[in-house]
C-alpha cells in the first residue's frame, strides 16, 4: 500500500503556494532511500511573484529602525528554540543525519547566530563625519542593497538558510531564498516560522531545481545573487550575474589541508581529525579531508587513523553511536564511490571505500594514503566520509601541498612549536586558518575563501557588511 507523500509549498507575499503550473518534484529521505513528501518545480511566474513581494516590501524593511529589525531577528531566534523539535524532525528527513547531533550541533548555533546578526543590525555605522575640503562636510552611509536572491546547499540546508537570511534581513534587504531540490523540507518549515514574525514579502521560500536557481539569478529585481554550493554552480551564478552587473557572493568547495608536524600528539589528533573529516558524512566544505603527514611520523599516524576509520559509525538517524548519516543523493554516493574505484594503482584504501547497507546512500569512513600531490584525489573535492594522507618532509614542502590545489578555504596546522604555526598560518592561502584544531566556528569570526573556493564572508561583521553598500553624502556649509 503507498503513503501519501507529504506535500511542501513555495511561502511567497506572505502565504504558502503551489507553483503556478503545478510542477513538481518528489523529495527522497536519503537514509530509506523512499520519497517521504512533494515540492513545487518553480518556474518563470513564481520568481517573478517572488521578486515583486520582495521588491515591493523592501523600502519599509529598509526604513525599519534597527531596532525594529533587531527585536525581529530576537523573536525569530526565540521562535526558533520554540520549535527546535520540528526544525530537527525536518532536517533529519531532510538529511537522515543523526537526530542527536542535529539537536546538539546545529540548532543552538544557529540560534546564536540569529541573535548575533539581530545585535549587527544595530551596527550599521559609517565613518566620522568630517571636513575634508574647505567649506564641505562628508559623511558615510551604509545602506541594504535590495532584493536578495539567496540559493541554499543540501549539506547544511537549515543552517546555511539562516546564514543566508539572518544578515541580508538584519541590513534591511528582503529576501527570496531557494533551498536544494533534494532537501526543502526545513526551509519550508523556517518560512512558517518566520512568517508569523516579519511582514509579508520581507522573506520569500520558492522551491525548485537548477534552472529555478537561474531565473532568480537572471531575474532583472535582485541587486545581489548569493550561492552557497559547488564551484561550477558558483561560476555559472557569476557569469548570470555578470550580464546585469548584480553583486555576487559565493561560498563554494573546499579541500582543506590538514599539516600534521611530528611534534604533534598522534593520539589527539587523529582523534580531532577523524570526527572534522567524518562529522556529516564529510559532505562539509572545510571537512578535514586532505591531511598532509611529517614523514618521520607518517606510518604511525596512517595506522591510527585507519583504526579510528574502523570505529566510526554511520547508520539510521535515531541511532545514538553513530558519528554520521547518509550520503544526501544517489548521484553524491556515485561520485563518492567513483573517486574510490579511480584510485591510481600506488593508492592504498586502509580503511572503508565501500558502501554501506541496501537501504540508504551509507558510505563507510574511509582513509586513503599513498597518494601524490596530482592524484585526482588530492587535487578535487570528494565531498563524502574521505579522508586522504599524504607524506611530506618539511615545512616548505608542506606548504607547497598545502597550496598546490584550486581550493582556498579552511586549513589547519598541528603542531607544538608556535613560531611554526604563526609561519604556517601566514603563508596557507586559506580563508580560515585553525591550529592544533579543526573545524570549530563562531559567529563572530567570518566565513569564506580566496581562489576557487568563492568570495565574500559569511558569519561576522565582514559578511553583514557584505550585505549593504556604501553611499558618501557631501554637503556644503555655505548655505
Given at each position: 500500500m503507498s503513503t501519501e507523500l507529504r506535500r511542501l509549498r513555495n511561502y511567497i507575499d506572505g502565504e504558502f503556494r503551489d507553483a503556478a503550473d503545478g510542477r513538481t518534484t518528489e523529495v527522497v529521505n536519503p537514509a530509506t532511500g523512499e520519497a517521504y513528501a512533494t515540492a513545487p518545480l518553480s518556474g518563470q511566474t513564481d520568481v517573478d511573484a517572488a521578486m515583486a513581494a520582495a521588491a515591493a516590501a523592501f523600502p519599509a524593511w529598509r526604513d525599519a529602525t534597527p531596532a525594529e529589525r533587531q527585536k525581529a531577528l530576537l523573536k525569530i531566534?526565540?521562535?526558533?528554540?520554540?520549535?527546535?523539535?520540528?526544525?530537527?524532525?525536518?532536517?533529519?528527513e531532510n538529511t537522515g543525519k543523526p537526530i542527536g547531533l542535529t539537536r546538539s550541533e546545529e540548532i543552538p548555533p544557529m540560534v546564536d547566530q540569529i541573535r548575533f546578526f539581530a545585535g549587527a543590525a544595530r551596527m550599521l555605522e559609517g565613518r566620522s563625519a568630517g571636513e575634508y575640503m574647505d567649506g564641505l562636510t562628508s559623511f558615510v552611509r551604509r545602506e541594504p542593497v535590495g532584493v536578495c536572491a539567496q540559493v541554499a546547499p543540501w549539506n547544511y540546508p537549515m543552517m546555511m538558510a539562516v546564514w543566508k537570511f539572518a544578515p541580508a534581513i538584519a541590513a534591511g534587504n528582503t529576501v527570496v531564498l531557494k533551498p536544494s531540490d533534494t532537501t526543502p523540507a526545513s526551509t519550508v518549515l523556517i518560512a512558517d516560522i518566520i512568517g508569523s514574525v516579519l511582514p509579508k514579502g520581507v522573506f520569500n521560500v520558492i522551491c525548485g531545481d537548477r534552472d529555478t536557481g537561474r531565473m532568480m539569478v537572471e531575474h532583472p529585481t535582485p541587486a545581489m545573487a548569493s550561492i552557497t554550493g559547488s564551484v561550477r554552480a558558483g561560476m555559472s551564478v557569476a557569469e548570470s550575474a555578470s550580464k546585469d552587473l548584480k553583486r555576487v557572493h559565493l561560498e563554494l568547495g573546499g579541500k582543506a589541508p590538514v599539516v600534521v608536524f611530528e611534534d604533534t600528539d598522534i593520539a589527539k589528533a587523529v582523534e580531532d581529525i577523524s570526527v572534522a573529516g567524518f562529522f556529516n558524512a564529510g559532505q562539509d566544505c572545510t571537512a578535514a579531508t586532505r591531511v598532509l603527514v611529517q614523514e618521520s611520523i607518517h606510518d604511525e599516524?596512517?595506522?591510527?587513523?585507519?583504526?579510528?576509520?574502523?570505529?566510526?559509525?554511520?547508520?539510521?538517524?535515531?541511532?545514538?553511536?553513530?558519528?554520521?548519516?547518509?550520503?544526501?543523493?544517489?548521484?553524491?554516493?556515485?561520485?563518492?564511490?567513483g573517486f574510490i574505484e579511480r584510485l591510481p594503482a600506488h593508492a592504498k584504501v586502509v580503511a572503508g571505500g565501500h558502501q554501506v547497507g541496501e537501504k540508504g546512500y551509507f558510505y563507510a569512513p574511509t582513509v586513503v594514503a599513498g597518494l601524490l600531490q596530482d592524484d585526482e584525489i588530492i587535487q578535487n573535492e570528494v565531498f563524502g566520509p574521505v579522508i586522504t594522507v599524504q607524506s611530506f618532509t618539511d615545512e616548505q614542502q608542506a606548504l607547497e601541498y598545502a597550496n598546490g590545489v584550486e581550493y582556498a578555504l579552511a586549513s589547519s596546522v598541528w603542531t607544538k612549536d608556535h613560531a611554526r604555526a604563526m609561519r604556517l598560518s601566514k603563508a596557507l592561502d586559506f580563508g580560515c586558518v585553525w591550529i592544533n584544531t579543526h573545524i570549530p566556528l563562531v559567529a563572530e569570526m567570518p566565513h569564506g575563501g580566496f581562489k576557487k573556493s568563492g568570495?565574500?564572508?559569511?558569519?561576522?561583521?565582514?559578511?553583514?557588511?557584505?550585505?549593504?553598500?556604501?553611499?558618501?553624502?557631501?554637503?556644503?556649509?555655505?548655505?
Amino acid at each position: 500500500m503507498s503513503t501519501e507523500l507529504r506535500r511542501l509549498r513555495n511561502y511567497i507575499d506572505g502565504e504558502f503556494r503551489d507553483a503556478a503550473d503545478g510542477r513538481t518534484t518528489e523529495v527522497v529521505n536519503p537514509a530509506t532511500g523512499e520519497a517521504y513528501a512533494t515540492a513545487p518545480l518553480s518556474g518563470q511566474t513564481d520568481v517573478d511573484a517572488a521578486m515583486a513581494a520582495a521588491a515591493a516590501a523592501f523600502p519599509a524593511w529598509r526604513d525599519a529602525t534597527p531596532a525594529e529589525r533587531q527585536k525581529a531577528l530576537l523573536k525569530i531566534a526565540d521562535a526558533f528554540e520554540e520549535r527546535a523539535e520540528d526544525l530537527i524532525a525536518a532536517e533529519v528527513e531532510n538529511t537522515g543525519k543523526p537526530i542527536g547531533l542535529t539537536r546538539s550541533e546545529e540548532i543552538p548555533p544557529m540560534v546564536d547566530q540569529i541573535r548575533f546578526f539581530a545585535g549587527a543590525a544595530r551596527m550599521l555605522e559609517g565613518r566620522s563625519a568630517g571636513e575634508y575640503m574647505d567649506g564641505l562636510t562628508s559623511f558615510v552611509r551604509r545602506e541594504p542593497v535590495g532584493v536578495c536572491a539567496q540559493v541554499a546547499p543540501w549539506n547544511y540546508p537549515m543552517m546555511m538558510a539562516v546564514w543566508k537570511f539572518a544578515p541580508a534581513i538584519a541590513a534591511g534587504n528582503t529576501v527570496v531564498l531557494k533551498p536544494s531540490d533534494t532537501t526543502p523540507a526545513s526551509t519550508v518549515l523556517i518560512a512558517d516560522i518566520i512568517g508569523s514574525v516579519l511582514p509579508k514579502g520581507v522573506f520569500n521560500v520558492i522551491c525548485g531545481d537548477r534552472d529555478t536557481g537561474r531565473m532568480m539569478v537572471e531575474h532583472p529585481t535582485p541587486a545581489m545573487a548569493s550561492i552557497t554550493g559547488s564551484v561550477r554552480a558558483g561560476m555559472s551564478v557569476a557569469e548570470s550575474a555578470s550580464k546585469d552587473l548584480k553583486r555576487v557572493h559565493l561560498e563554494l568547495g573546499g579541500k582543506a589541508p590538514v599539516v600534521v608536524f611530528e611534534d604533534t600528539d598522534i593520539a589527539k589528533a587523529v582523534e580531532d581529525i577523524s570526527v572534522a573529516g567524518f562529522f556529516n558524512a564529510g559532505q562539509d566544505c572545510t571537512a578535514a579531508t586532505r591531511v598532509l603527514v611529517q614523514e618521520s611520523i607518517h606510518d604511525e599516524f596512517v595506522a591510527a587513523l585507519a583504526k579510528a576509520a574502523s570505529e566510526t559509525r554511520t547508520g539510521q538517524p535515531d541511532d545514538e553511536d553513530v558519528l554520521y548519516g547518509p550520503l544526501n543523493n544517489p548521484n553524491q554516493l556515485k561520485q563518492v564511490s567513483g573517486f574510490i574505484e579511480r584510485l591510481p594503482a600506488h593508492a592504498k584504501v586502509v580503511a572503508g571505500g565501500h558502501q554501506v547497507g541496501e537501504k540508504g546512500y551509507f558510505y563507510a569512513p574511509t582513509v586513503v594514503a599513498g597518494l601524490l600531490q596530482d592524484d585526482e584525489i588530492i587535487q578535487n573535492e570528494v565531498f563524502g566520509p574521505v579522508i586522504t594522507v599524504q607524506s611530506f618532509t618539511d615545512e616548505q614542502q608542506a606548504l607547497e601541498y598545502a597550496n598546490g590545489v584550486e581550493y582556498a578555504l579552511a586549513s589547519s596546522v598541528w603542531t607544538k612549536d608556535h613560531a611554526r604555526a604563526m609561519r604556517l598560518s601566514k603563508a596557507l592561502d586559506f580563508g580560515c586558518v585553525w591550529i592544533n584544531t579543526h573545524i570549530p566556528l563562531v559567529a563572530e569570526m567570518p566565513h569564506g575563501g580566496f581562489k576557487k573556493s568563492g568570495y565574500g564572508k559569511d558569519l561576522s561583521a565582514y559578511g553583514f557588511d557584505d550585505y549593504t553598500r556604501v553611499k558618501h553624502v557631501m554637503t556644503s556649509l555655505d548655505v
